[in-house]
DNA sequence: GCCAACGTTGGC
DNA sequence: GCCAACGTTGGC
């Protein structure tokens, strides 16, 4: 099983919407990153858990678990013009994205901010934490996975 | 709103 | 293949 970073805009998806999600489950569509993409595509699995975080906000942090519930297949947004991820070189006999389906399992006790995760020396490794780094979808390791979970408790 | 960092595009 | 221009991300 892996571990994996997921960022959203609360205000755009935030994670109160996966909870109110139909079987609590949503597509992550319109990730159009190539990095991204091959994590979700390669190397997501069903029953990878997910920590869903909060981006471009007043308080960014991980603020609930997820689950991936579907392995990676193709982004079907990206064929259709009218959405806002339309992207025409992607060929449904060859598509260029890929989503997953996530669905919610809990939020945290509390939020556990980008400004604590720099703080604490053990998370210095985390590829969220590494500077310049936009990605939207990152692996997580074991270890991060539950210094992070053991942050929770204090 | 600002701006640093990064990814992508396209001319050459 | 190089690199300038541009668009986006996301913390602050």
Known sequence: MNYWLLKSEPDVFGIDDLA?????????????????????????????????????????????????????????????????YFDPKSDPDKPRWYMVDVRYRRKLKRPITLKELKENKGLKSMKLLQKGNRLSVMPVTEREWRAILALEKR
């Not at 190539?34 to 960014?60: I, L, T």
């Open 20 to 84: 109110k999600a139909p079987k609590k489950t949503e597509h992550w569509d319109g990730v159009r990153n190539y990095q991204a993409r091959n994590f979700m595509r390669d190397d997501m699995n069903k029953g990878d858990q997910v920590f869903f975080y909060h981006s471009n906000c007043a308080e960014p942090g991980i603020v609930g678990i997820a689950e991936i519930v579907r392995a990676g297949y193709p982004d079907h947004t990206a064929f259709d013009p009218k959405e806002k």
